[in-house]
């Protein structure tokens, strides 16, 4: 499964943005398909994931009430809504998707936040 991620940017804080995850196959038929994120210096941590089915999503407590994460299956995409934007969200964010014991990852973009 290949993975492409899109959309990050400079932001200013408490603006927003939005990431798209594109996959090649289907989502539906990925167990889960989420954002991770890497800031300099830090470990990767999760920020949100979805189900296949679209019924469950995950949030980092640091994301909750800010970030959306959503699924358009007819785009076969998994976009990430991010709203009132700090700069600790500054970090390079990765597509992941998750089938049993395989992972797969897109490569990263780079989003910026500015006080």
């Known amino acids: 499964v290949q993975l492409q991620a899109s959309g990050g940017g400079l932001a200013q804080a408490g603006e927003s943005l939005q990431l798209s995850c594109s996959a090649s196959r289907r989502i539906d038929t990925i167990n889960e398909v989420g954002w991770y994120r890497q800031a300099p210096g830090k470990q990767r941590e999760m920020v949100a994931t979805?189900?296949?089915?679209?019924?469950?999503?995950r949030y980092a407590d640091f994301v909750k009430g800010r970030f959306t994460i959503s699924r358009d299956i007819s785009e076969n995409t998994v976009r990430l809504q991010m709203s009132t934007l700090q700069p600790e969200d500054t970090a390079v964010y990765y597509c992941?998707?998750?089938?049993?014991?395989?992972?797969?990852w897109g490569q990263g973009t780079q989003v910026t936040v500015s006080s």
């Open positions: 979805i189900t296949n089915r679209g019924n469950v999503k």
């Open positions: 992941n998707g998750k089938n049993g014991r395989l992972t797969y």
